[in-house]
């Protein structure tokens, strides 16, 4: 229950508040949500695995966000930010698309 | 691989195997329902659903405006692609005015009539009869690669067409008695410069394409004869006959030479009085 409810506030709060992106983030926050999204559908399949545990996602998704979009700034800052990015995106993207096929072996047994 | 592979195999956060582990150790039960835990699970998801909520928004916010930006540059473009399109026409609209106003001027001054001048600087039209000389690359000459004069390998074709053979074969026919020459429709006038760029003979500045069509109007067949006896035309009997270059040469009885598509005026004094000269 309050778990929807955090994600429906998050939604609203995002699209009422319009929170303008200052322009130092701007280039950070695709890398953000793709870690945003490796986040959730981890807690997802921890909680279809019976693991789940609430501490582990909120500091997994933090530290995600975080660390991204640390590289990626690093990156930015030695002229190779364009390659890490991609590195970033591959490596999330792996675990998202994985996680998702867990995910679709729980729901659907398949 | 193993990067991969280890990527693949941990996809989901160790950390939830640990806290499991920690939690079956100190025997408490799978999934904890407190409050607190609701709590924190509601704040992540709050920070997830913001983070993707703000990504969606800003992606959906700055596409129009990138396609706005794009399309105020492609409309710039066009302004002035248009812009450009108006002073060229513009141009060779002034061109056209001024020539015509050149021509009826040297009409005026110049004597009037089919004087010798006019027809010898192509100012003017001419037609009666004349010289008909085709002149063409010899068959095997640069066609290995394509047709074209610029299709070349070199110098080692020497069944080719150069600009100085026409320079003689115009200058042959203009001793010969030629009063007005074209060579594929270009009138020469006085000033005509026969010239080659690559393997591409220019007249006038303008690139020829083989056949070398060569009109003369003079005395049919005397200027034939005399042509084909004078040294030019005995050097392009040794061309055909050495190189294959293909040439063929006829009397016409009736040729249509064009004027010259411009006249250029080199010394010009301005008119005492004041007519024409506002407009």
Redesign the interface.
């Known amino acids: 229950m309050i778990a929807v409810l955090g994600l429906i506030v998050g939604v609203v709060a995002g699209l009422v508040v319009r929170p303008v992106v200052p322009t130092v983030v701007e280039p950070y926050l695709p890398i953000a949500v793709v870690a945003a999204l490796d986040a959730v559908f981890g807690g997802l399949r921890a909680m279809l695995d019976g693991i789940f545990d609430d501490k582990v996602f909120v500091v997994s998704f933090l530290s995600n966000v975080v660390v991204a979009a640390l590289i990626v700034f690093l990156g930015d800052k030695l002229g190779v930010g364009a390659q890490l990015s991609t590195g970033v995106v591959v490596v999330l993207g792996i675990r998202i698309f994985s996680n998702a096929a867990a995910i679709r072996r729980h729901v659907f047994r398949a | 691989m193993s990067l ?1 592979t280890n ?2 195999d941990h ?3 160790d ?6 582990e920690r ?1 079956r150790a100190e025997g408490r039960s ?3 329902r407190t409050v607190r ?23 959906r916010e700055s596409a129009p405006e990138v396609a706005k930006e794009r399309g105020e540059l492609v409309r710039r473009v066009d302004d002035g692609s248009a812009h450009a399109d108006a002073l060229e026409h513009r141009v060779d609209v002034l061109r056209a005015d001024v020539q015509s106003r050149q021509r009826r001027a040297l009409q005026r001054h110049g004597g009037g009539g089919e004087s010798v001048a006019e027809v010898l600087s192509g100012a003017v039209p001419v037609h009666g009869r004349g010289v008909k000389l085709v002149v063409d690359d010899a068959k095997n000459a640069g066609s290995s690669g394509g047709s074209g004069p610029r299709q070349s390998d070199g110098f080692s074709d020497t069944g080719r067409v150069r600009d100085s053979d026409l320079q003689r074969v115009v200058n042959g026919l203009w001793a010969s008695g030629a009063e007005a020459v074209s060579i594929n429709g270009q009138r020469l006038t006085g000033l005509s410069a026969i010239r080659a760029a690559g393997d591409a003979i220019l007249v006038d500045n303008k690139p020829l394409v083989p056949p070398y069509t060569v009109l003369a109007i003079g005395p049919g067949g005397k200027m034939s004869t005399a042509f084909q006896n004078s040294a030019d035309g005995r050097y392009l009997h040794a061309l055909q006959k050495e190189f294959g270059v293909r040439t063929s040469i006829s009397t016409q009885a009736a040729l249509r030479l064009p004027a010259a598509p411009s006249l250029i005026v080199r010394t010009a004094r301005p008119l005492k009085t004041g007519e024409g000269s506002t407009s």
Do not use: Q
Not at chain 2, 37 to 59: D, E, K, Q
């Open positions: 991969l990527v693949m996809s989901l956060d950390g939830y195997a640990e806290a499991a939690r799978r999934v904890p835990a609701r709590l924190w699970l509601g704040l992540g998801l709050i920070l997830a659903a913001l983070v993707v909520t703000v990504g969606a928004v800003h992606a």
